[in-house]
């Protein structure tokens, strides 16, 4: 099993990027996948989950309607489009693959494997 992040970079506050994670190693349809973030001396932060049939949850306090989680199961991809980006959004942000679902969304617990980060910086 591998989840490969990528899109993450250098922007200014009020623009966007797309981030994607590419999944070998396992039927990707059959699983819900997420979005976490880790800001320097945080915790990781779910910002977003999309359920195997697509449904999705987002962070509100964190995102406020401003990031969309979408997945390709056919290319085997879940993305995240983060709009008017702000320097708080800056993190390392990291796909999961969610395995047990007795845990809550938000619990690391609930996931099994995880991407590699992929950086996202803001600058105002």
């Known amino acids: 099993v591998q989840l490969q992040a990528s899109g993450g970079g250098l922007v200014q506050a009020g623009e966007s990027l797309t981030l994607s994670c590419t999944a070998t190693g396992f039927t990707f349809s059959s699983y819900d996948m997420a979005w976490f973030r880790q800001a320097p001396g945080k915790v990781h932060e779910l910002i977003a989950h999309?359920?195997?049939?697509?449904?999705?949850?987002y962070n509100e306090n964190s995102v406020k309607g401003r990031f969309t989680i979408s997945r390709v199961n056919a290319k085997n991809t879940v993305y995240l489009q983060m709009n008017s980006l702000k320097p708080e959004d800056t993190a390392v942000y990291y796909c999961a693959r969610r395995l047990r679902e007795y845990y809550g969304l938000e619990s690391l617990k609930s996931y099994d494997y995880w991407g590699q980060g992929t950086q996202v910086t803001v600058s105002s």
């Open positions: 999309i359920s195997k049939s697509g449904d999705s949850t």
